[in-house]
């Protein structure tokens, strides 16, 4: 059964923001990667068991951030102004990719907001012997190409987005992910000497095919986080709660 999604505008610190939620029980914040906030069907069956929260990150939608987007640390100061205008004390962290990078930032300094922390195929890390693909240097076809394990998948996604609207989202999204991902390149070089600060249980969880972010990011993540387990799953590249909705619901 699909879930009755809300979607509102709230403004917060000064910034506005689109917010999507359905569910109902613990609050579930969810950080969306680098291109964009989607409801996807692996949020609808989060729903069944919680109440999801995807806001659309500041500088991906139609308005910027209050003060200006100049690195991530910006994101993370404004998601602890969004708890606090929500009224949420603690939550149920999940962030994918770029999301799962902020999440993470977020964790290392807020550990106390939270319950749990999920990192889905996450960014964040740098290893030399797994250099990331520059994904500046791609198409956003080639980009999807790449992060999709089924082939057909990729083909149809490409074809949706196809759509002078999903264009534009598109260019909005990879300016704003420019802004704050590309020196350093989608890490933070000082992160894994705090992330023994993420006193919270932690999933890793990891498209086994994925070929932007490689599951030995997970095992890098896991090796510096004191309580954390890693969940690789089959046939899945980039973007689980997309391409494997069931796996990734039951697993979260």
């Known amino acids: 059964m699909t879930a009755a999604v809300h979607e509102e505008r709230l403004t917060v610190a000064g910034t506005r923001l689109r917010l999507w939620s359905a569910g109902t029980g613990p609050p579930l914040l969810y950080l969306h990667g680098a291109n964009g906030a989607h409801w996807l ?22 308005d910027d951030l209050a003060g200006g987007l100049e690195e991530l640390d910006d994101l993370v100061y404004f998601y602890l102004d ?5 009224d949420l004390a603690q939550v149920h962290l999940v962030g994918h990719s770029l999301g799962g990078w902020l999440a993470a930032e977020l964790a290392v300094g ?7 922390l999920t990192l889905v195929d996450a960014a964040g890390l740098w290893l030399n012997e797994a250099p990331l693909p520059d994904l500046f240097a791609l198409s956003p076809a080639e980009a999807t190409r790449l992060a999709t394990c ?23 999204a990879r300016a704003a992910f420019a802004r704050v991902a590309w020196n350093p390149y989608l890490h933070n070089p000082r992160l ?19 070929r932007v972010i490689p599951p030995a990011y997970a095992d890098a993540y896991a090796r510096r986080l004191p309580d954390a387990r890693v969940v690789l799953l089959p046939e899945c590249g980039h973007s689980p709660p997309r391409e494997q909705p069931a796996a990734f619901a039951r697993t979260v």
Do not use: F, N, S, Y
């Open 41 to 62: 069907p692996g949020h609808d069956l989060l729903a069944a068991h919680c109440r999801v929260l995807l806001p659309e990150h500041p500088g991906w939608g139609e």
């Open 82 to 86: 969004l708890l606090d205008a929500l």
């Open 110 to 116: 807020q550990a106390h907001r939270l319950w749990t």
């Open 150 to 172: 089924d082939p057909a998948a990729a083909e149809a996604a490409i074809a949706a987005a196809a759509t002078p609207a999903a264009q534009a989202a598109q260019q909005r």
């Open 192 to 210: 894994p000497t705090r992330l023994h600060r993420v006193r919270v249980p932690t999933l890793l969880l990891w498209g086994a095919a994925d």
